[in-house]
């Protein structure tokens, strides 16, 4: 049975940092990543990471964002620095598994930036 836990939302202001983990179990996994939801909009791809280390960020948090990832642990992580008010969301962990390349969906945690 595949399950994706993910920690580290919360509240922080302009400008802070906030780090996100994601523990996935129940298979082996090839992509993982972290997309997000903000109220009234469609959901969008963040950052996301293949087994082999490649990685794509969303245009809006180049350079701000680090996604990284422990296979051993099959942990994904989200540094997100120089926060903005326009972050704030529901982010989501997702995982594709190696061999049936379903994917899998976290229960989301929420990021507010504000002062």
């Known amino acids: 049975q595949v399950q994706l836990v993910e920690s580290g939302g919360g509240l922080v202001q302009p400008g802070g940092s906030l780090r996100l983990s994601c523990k996935a179990s129940g298979s082996i996994f090839n992509t993982m990543g972290w997309y997000r939801q903000a109220p009234g909009k469609q959901r969008e791809l963040v950052a996301a990471i293949t087994r082999g280390g490649s990685i794509n960020y969303a245009d809006s948090v180049k350079g701000r964002f680090t996604i990284s990832r422990d296979n051993a642990q099959n942990t994904v992580y989200l540094q997100m620095n120089s926060l903005k008010p326009e972050d704030t969301a529901a982010y989501y962990c997702?995982?594709?598994?190696?061999?049936?390349?379903?994917?899998?969906w976290g229960q989301g945690t929420q990021v507010t930036v504000s002062s």
């Open positions: 997702s995982a594709r598994t190696l061999l049936s390349q379903r994917d899998y």
